[in-house]
């Protein structure tokens, strides 16, 4: 679940943690006082027992709370800052109340600052502030970075990036900017880091590279800059990480505990097309075909914007096909008693709002399919310098595109509509759905409540039995088996409808549904319906099995293409290992 190490500073403070964070064994509990000495080395000698937290499940922010503690113990600091996603607000002010910090040190204060800062003069002395990554983002790093100053003598206040994948995913973004100068300035701030996908690429290791120690001027580092330090471990890929790792968690800089699938069931279901399906797939990749043909997307630009959009085209085509097979699947589920988790990717939302309220009126839907075919289409007549001839052979392609029976309504909102009657919460972030109208034969616009939070806890007290995951809610939220609002055990099953890209992304999403103190284990069920979904599924799910789970469910055929270093027995894994260490030393 995640722990706090770091080297030392001259205090004796942390001064430098990073986590990988991940479930504990199903149903482990941990004495309060083990797991505050093995997070924070605290020793609470002088502390009562009676103030000590009551632990109800070793989770990540109990965690980050305790570490919390360890430092303004030990060094009289009164301030930390907590930043992460917005929907955790309420998660972390259950935690500093669950650890007890206000009884701890009186006078402490948990302040929400996930919309604003309070104003001048109205913080709290001593207080655990929350904000999110998009807050930092827009105001900048330097009212945070003021907040944690040392004050009185006292020591620099804590510093806490949770999901910090977020912020640090993409260096050219302002977010990572943000992130980094607020890291360098708050350089005497003791910094926890936590992730559950942190260590899955080097890249991640860019921003607490320095502060780990990995690189910098002097005689004491081998590698001046991120960049050499990459070079020398990516040729090494995922054993290079491993020896990392090691070596991290050898001078006390890392900590990480396993997820453990024991118990846990991965299930792949092949999906069947229909005739019809079918025959509209093979008329819509002869469209395509026909665009390529013309000659115009053969440059660098327009060719990129030709392969998106016939990559999007297709996955939201796939995604209908499906459809019946997963529904079916979604109500044998439910007849069993489960409750069901059903990930998707892209909800058609911007085709929606890019539509013509008149025409959504008298054609009775918005065909996101229809929209991404024909502004490539558009794309060719005006950004690919087409002339008279080009034109006419558009134009005839377009109305082929006219004459084709593409859904108005897309797989996200038919499953809404086909499962209506056992409740679906959905957590996508997107504000507005289209819903069937009967009397008017239809599918129409209509808004709906953003509120992520209030559909997760409509899930999790059984009011609905269905829940749609989007990357939206990849992170943070908790969809487990807690027993619903009578403490009855639903067990969970998780429908992967949509595959995420990468396996870092996929593991976050079964993380939903598999975390600590669950009174019973998820079942995973993959889906496929074309060759290419099943060599991707396969590819990704191989990802996923060196960082635990699905070994079960890729196809044999395809378990000796896939094979590499990773995939290899632990004797000679480590075997693999020495013999990279002999080289690097």
Not at 116 to 141: E, H, I
Not at 266 to 291: R, V
Not at 365 to 371: C, Q
Not at 425 to 448: C, H, I, V, Y
Request: charged share 25%; aromatic share 8%.
């Amino acid at each position: 679940a995640g722990a706090a190490c770091g080297s030392k500073s001259a205090g004796g403070s942390v001064i430098c943690s990073w986590t990988l964070k991940a479930s504990d064994h199903l149903n482990a509990r941990p004495r309060a006082r083990t797991t505050w000495d093995a997070t924070s080395a605290i020793t609470w000698s002088s502390t009562p027992p009676e103030t000590l937290p009551s632990y109800r499940s070793p989770v990540c922010g109990l965690k980050s709370m305790g570490v919390i503690a360890s430092h303004w113990h030990k060094t009289g600091a009164r301030r930390a800052l907590v930043i992460s996603v917005g929907s955790l607000a309420s998660d972390v002010e259950r935690d500093f109340k669950d650890c007890k910090i206000r009884k701890l040190f009186p006078g402490t204060c948990y302040v929400d600052a996930s919309a604003a800062l309070p104003a001048r003069g109205k913080m709290p002395v001593q207080a655990v502030v929350f904000t999110t990554y998009s807050q930092l983002r827009s105001k900048g790093f330097q009212p945070y970075a003021k907040l944690l100053r040392a004050r009185g003598g006292n020591g620099a206040g804590t510093l806490v990036l949770d999901e910090v994948h977020r912020g640090t995913g993409d260096r050219e973004t302002k977010t990572y900017k943000e992130v980094e100068q607020l890291i360098e300035t708050c350089s005497d701030s003791p910094l926890l880091c936590m992730s559950a996908t942190f260590a899955s690429h080097i890249e991640g290791l860019r921003l607490l590279a320095p502060r780990l120690g990995l690189v910098g001027e002097g005689p004491g580092f081998t590698f001046k800059c991120f960049d050499e330090l990459k070079n020398a471990l990516g040729k090494h890929k995922e054993t290079g990480l491993e020896l990392l790792t090691a070596q991290l968690s050898h001078e006390g800089l890392f900590l990480a505990r396993c997820i453990s699938y024991h118990g846990t069931r991965a299930e792949h279901m092949n999906c069947t097309m229909s005739a019809e399906h079918e025959a509209l797939y093979k008329t819509c990749a002869q469209i395509y075909a026909d665009l390529w043909d013309t000659g115009l997307y053969e440059s660098k630009f327009p060719k990129g914007y030709y392969v998106g959009s016939k990559v999007r085209f297709f996955k939201s085509l796939t995604l209908l096909a499906k459809l019946p097979d997963v529904v079916a699947r979604v109500r044998s589920e439910l007849a069993e008693g489960k409750q069901v988790v059903v990930t998707v990717l892209g909800t058609a939302e911007a085709a929606l709002k890019r539509a013509d309220p008149d025409e959504v009126e008298i054609s009775g839907g918005v065909s996101a399919l229809r929209d991404e075919v024909m502004g490539t289409i558009e794309y060719g007549r005006t950004k690919c310098g087409a002339g008279a001839r080009d034109l006419m052979l558009l134009d005839a392609i377009a109305a082929r595109v006219d004459e084709l029976p593409l859904s108005r309504c897309g797989a996200l909102d038919q499953f809404k509509y086909q499962l209506r009657e056992f409740g679906v919460a959905e957590l996508t972030g997107r504000s507005n759905e289209l819903k069937w109208d009967g009397s008017r034969k239809g599918w129409f616009p209509q808004k709906m409540a953003n509120d992520i939070v209030a559909a997760r806890r409509l899930f999790q007290n059984g009011s609905c039995k269905v829940a749609l995951v989007s990357g939206a809610a990849s992170t943070g939220i908790s969809l487990h088996d807690t027993g619903d609002a009578t403490g009855e055990s639903r067990p969970r099953t998780m429908i992967l409808f949509e595959l995420p890209w990468s396996a870092s992304a996929a593991l976050q999403l079964l993380g939903r549904v598999h975390r600590s103190a669950q009174q019973s284990q998820p079942l995973f069920v993959t889906t496929a319906i074309t060759t290419a979904e099943q060599r991707f599924s396969a590819a990704v799910a191989q990802r996923l099995r060196q960082l635990g789970p699905f070994w079960d469910v890729i196809p044999q055929a395809d378990r000796t293409t896939l094979r590499f270093p990773m995939g290899l027995p632990l004797p000679m894994r480590l075997r693999h290992m020495l013999v990279l260490a002999r080289r690097i030393v």
